[in-house]
Structures are given as structure tokens and as C-alpha cells.
């Protein structure tokens, strides 16, 4: 099973910017990156893989960016205009095949610990 590892979280003020990296052991094909607050469902905020197509969960598009450099298994979420409500665990996940095969009909096969996102009013 591939290693996942999230880096770049931290506390910010609303309106702040913070950038999270994703690296995987695996071939990476496709990156995920997922919200996760206690107490309600995990949430999809951006996907993208190696055919450049990308997704963006409900309200993230023009306030967050994914990119994946071409051929190398890492993925970045550029987080700007960051609100109270982006707070949570936000975790990469990552896939051999291409998002349109598998997504939404099943999940990722692997997943990283996660890191942390406060977002302060």
C-alpha cells in the first residue's frame, strides 16, 4: 500500500492563505484532498490527476487551486481567502487510475494521516 504524506497546515486568520502539500510513494496517478471535521461526513474539496482533469467540492472553486506537476506523484492545494468554516483535518488521498474511472463510484485506495487547517475569525 502507497504512503501518503500531508504537510503545510497550520492557524491562520479569515482571509489568510496557507498551501498544502501532498507527496506518495505510490505512482500518484490521482490526488485527492479531503476535509474532515468531527462530528459530520468527510468532504470532497479538490481532485485532480495526471490527464489535468480537476474537480472542486461546493464553494471551494476560486478560492482554492490544485495542482499536480506533470509525471511526479506530488499534489499542492493553494488555499487563499481562507474562511471560519475551511477549518478541519484536510487529507490527501491518492489513486492509480484516473478520476473519471473511479470517482464518485468508489473511494481512494490510499490515505495520509492528515493535516491541520484553524482558520480564526
Known amino acids: 500500500q502507497a504512503q501518503v504524506m500531508e504537510s503545510g497546515g497550520g492557524s491562520v486568520q479569515a482571509g489568510g492563505s496557507l498551501r498544502l502539500s501532498c507527496t506518495t510513494s505510490g505512482n500518484g496517478y490521482s490526488l485527492g484532498w479531503f476535509r474532515q471535521v468531527q462530528g459530520k461526513e468527510r468532504e470532497m474539496v479538490a481532485l485532480v490527476d495526471s490527464t489535468g482533469d480537476e474537480r472542486y467540492g461546493e464553494g471551494i472553486r476560486g478560492r482554492f487551486t490544485v495542482h499536480k506537476p506533470f509525471g511526479k506523484p506530488i499534489s499542492y492545494l493553494q488555499m487563499n481567502n481562507l474562511k471560519p468554516e475551511d477549518t478541519g483535518m484536510y487529507i490527501c488521498?491518492?489513486?492509480?487510475?484516473?478520476?473519471?474511472?473511479?470517482?464518485?463510484?468508489?473511494?481512494?485506495?490510499?490515505w495520509g494521516q492528515g493535516t491541520q487547517v484553524s482558520v480564526s475569525p
Open positions: 488521498a491518492t489513486d492509480s487510475q484516473p478520476i473519471r474511472i473511479f470517482w464518485p463510484g468508489r473511494d481512494f485506495a490510499n
